[in-house]
């Protein structure tokens, strides 16, 4: 009975739809007119998109060499020439979990599922 009554607890809540914008900066001089990327270096930026609108909900997550490396998005499809693309924090964490650190995963993880889940944490004065 207690199982049945744990598993059964978020039915009625909101799940978050996260997006995660997965990219490398664009370095520009403007003396030359040249751009070029750091392929090296990736970010993951979430994103609300319940509303049908974006919402910023971190900042940039800058990735180490390391973990790019093991990400390996330039071999995927998902990413295209301009080095940045939308994926869902589902998507990713399928896709990508088995090569992801364990610093990316408590990050990703932080995240909460629910939107009731985010009212519990608020505190007022």
């Known amino acids: 009975m207690s199982q049945t009554m744990?598993?059964?607890?978020?039915?009625?809540?909101?799940?978050?739809?996260?997006?995660?914008?997965?990219?490398?900066?664009?370095e520009y001089n403007h003396d030359t007119g040249e751009s070029w990327w750091n392929t090296n270096q990736w970010y993951l930026h979430v994103f609300d998109y319940n509303d049908g609108c974006h919402e910023e909900i971190s900042s940039p997550f800058l990735l180490t060499?390391?973990?790019?490396?093991?990400?390996?998005?330039?071999e995927r499809d998902e990413v295209d020439g301009s080095l940045d693309t939308w994926m869902s924090m589902d998507y990713l964490m399928e896709n990508y979990r088995p090569v992801m650190s364990d610093r990316i995963l408590?990050?990703?993880?932080s995240f909460p599922k629910y939107y009731e889940d985010i009212r519990k944490k608020v505190v007022y004065n």
Do not use: C, G, H, P
């Open 6 to 26: 744990y598993r059964n607890q978020n039915r009625d809540k909101t799940l978050i739809d996260y997006d995660v914008n997965v990219y490398v900066l664009e």
């Open 106 to 109: 408590r990050y990703l993880e």
């Open 65 to 74: 060499n390391e973990e790019s490396f093991a990400m390996n998005f330039l």
